[in-house]
């Protein structure tokens, strides 16, 4: 059974800092491309930022230069480090994990809050 669970959200004022942690079980890690996305009331869900196997990262605009996703491939734990948080940061968080073989093998958390208050 595979089981992604977030930790780290909570209440910041803007400026601050928060380090959301995913820790992944039921999947091969390091196979899986491990990613953050955020949904915010009434929108859609975006991708906030991806890291592959290797390390190889990839951000959406909005969050460069002041988020950071790293991973421990011996913990089975991804992270997001996010400094100079704003007002709009805030949604629920959300870790995937992605592996592309014969099918497509999708897997959700079930979120972590990160509020930003301004």
């Known amino acids: 059974q595979v089981q992604l669970v977030e930790s780290g959200g909570g209440l910041v004022q803007a400026g601050g800092s928060l380090r959301l942690s995913c820790a992944a079980s039921?999947?091969?890690?390091?196979?899986?491309?491990m990613g953050w996305y955020r949904q915010a009331p009434g929108k859609q869900r975006e991708l906030v930022a991806t890291?592959?196997?290797?390390?190889?990262?990839d951000y959406a605009d909005s969050v460069k230069g002041r988020f950071t996703i790293s991973r421990d491939n011996a913990k089975n734990t991804v992270y997001l480090q996010m400094n100079s948080l704003k007002p709009e940061d805030t949604a629920v968080y959300y870790c995937?994990?992605?592996?592309?073989?014969?099918?497509?093998?999708?897997?959700w958390g079930q979120g972590t809050q990160v509020t930003v208050s301004s």
């Open positions: 890291i592959t196997g290797i390390s190889s990262t």
């Open positions: 039921g999947i091969i890690f390091r196979l899986n491309v």
């Open positions: 995937n994990a992605r592996l592309q073989t014969i099918s497509l093998n999708n897997y």
